[in-house]
Each structure stands twice: as C-alpha cells, then as structure tokens.
C-alpha cells in the first residue's frame, strides 16, 4: 500500500512539474504571440510611414541634384531593411516615383503594404492589421 502511494505521489509531482515548468510557459507564449493587440500592430506600422518619408526625402534630394529619380536604393543611402518592413523602389522616372514598403508585421502569413509617391503621402495599400 506504501508503495502505491509513493508512486501516486511521484506521478502527481511530475505532472505538476510538468504542467507548471513546461506545459504553462509554453501556453502563455503562445497566448502572447496570438493577441498582438491592434494598437501594437499599428505601432509597427509607424515604422514604414518612417522609411518611406526618409526614401522620400532623399528621392527627392536626389532629383535635384540630377533632374530625375532613381531606382537604386543604394543610390539614396537609404536603409532598405527596417524590423518589419523592406524598402522597395518600385518605378523612377523623370517626374515620378513609388517606394514600397512591405512586411509581415504578425507573422500571420499577410504582407502589410505601404507606398509613397512623389505627393510625400505614405498610403496603406495593403492593411495587415484589417485581415486579423
């Protein structure tokens, strides 16, 4: 009978060791990472309306001093890689330009878009944060 209890009394603890060591942080993190919260979201999306007003400014410094725009990021010494978004000059000509800014800014498999236009207007093409 000693001997029963014993066991019950491991295999309890080791369940409880489990579920409190194991099986609860991996629970909480996994809550964590599925309610990112809107105002977060949006938060992040600060950071392409940053990228994308800094490509601007330089594009157009870059106009300036050659009559046209470019296609070459390097070009304009701007940081194409920011956290969560990736620059990308998608036209360049004489009197007009886009830079997109892409990224996934929950990892839910949707890209959130932003795009700015010689207007300096950063617009949100694609809005991540709507698909949740």
């Known amino acids: 009978m000693k001997k029963v209890i014993i066991i019950l009394l491991l295999v309890l603890a080791v369940f409880w060791l489990y579920n409190r060591f194991i099986a609860e942080p991996k629970r909480v993190a996994a809550e964590a990472a599925?309610?990112?919260s809107e105002a977060a979201l949006r938060a992040r999306q600060n950071e392409a309306r940053l990228m994308l007003r800094q490509a601007f400014q330089k594009?157009?410094?870059f106009h300036a001093r050659t009559g046209h725009y470019t296609y070459k990021l390097d070009s304009l010494r701007v940081e194409e890689r920011g956290t969560y978004y990736r620059l990308e000059i998608k036209r360049a000509k004489t009197n007009n330009f886009e830079i997109r800014a892409e990224g996934?800014?929950?990892s839910d498999g949707y890209y959130d878009v932003w795009v700015i236009t010689e207007d300096g207007k950063p617009y949100n093409i694609v809005d991540d944060v709507k698909k949740n």
Do not use: A, G, W
């Open 104 to 106: 996934n800014i929950d």
């Open 34 to 36: 599925e309610n990112i």
């Open 59 to 61: 594009q157009e410094s």
